[in-house]
């Protein structure tokens, strides 16, 4: 399987942005998908997570503010982002686990994800 993010760029605080991540390949389910974000100079952190069954898990500090969501019949998982916060700007990444659903935790284990997008990049500008 091969993702591809797309949708990143540059915002005002209290904006709003849409990420795709388009899934080529395997794409039968159980499976696990998440979005993750890294800031400058900082680790890498969970997002957003989505399975096949549609259960969904967010990190506390996007909770009320994104929405993950996906298409099955385009294979492509969404992170609708709204009042975006100059502490979101962070590379974003989606990633898959196939061949399970995401279970507890899924944004604490991002080595359980075994495959990767390139990044798209979010700015945002108070």
């Known amino acids: 399987v091969q993702l591809a993010e797309s949708g990143g760029g540059s915002v005002q605080a209290g904006g709003s942005l849409r990420l795709s991540c388009a899934a080529s390949?395997?794409?039968?389910?159980?499976?696990?998908m998440g979005w993750f974000r890294q800031p400058p100079g900082k680790e890498r952190e969970g997002v957003a997570s989505i399975d096949s069954d549609g259960t969904t898990s967010y990190a506390d500090s996007v909770k009320g503010r994104f929405t993950v969501s996906l298409d099955t019949d385009k294979n492509t998982m969404y992170l609708q982002m709204n009042s975006l916060k100059p502490e979101d700007t962070a590379m974003y990444y989606c990633?898959?686990?196939?061949?399970?659903?995401?279970?507890?935790?899924?944004?604490?284990?991002?080595?359980?994800?075994?495959?990767w997008g390139q990044g798209t990049q979010v700015t945002v500008s108070s």
């Open positions: 390949g395997y794409t039968f389910s159980p499976y696990c």
């Open positions: 990633a898959t686990a196939r061949g399970v659903q995401c279970g507890d935790s899924p944004l604490r284990q991002p080595g359980a994800f075994g495959t």
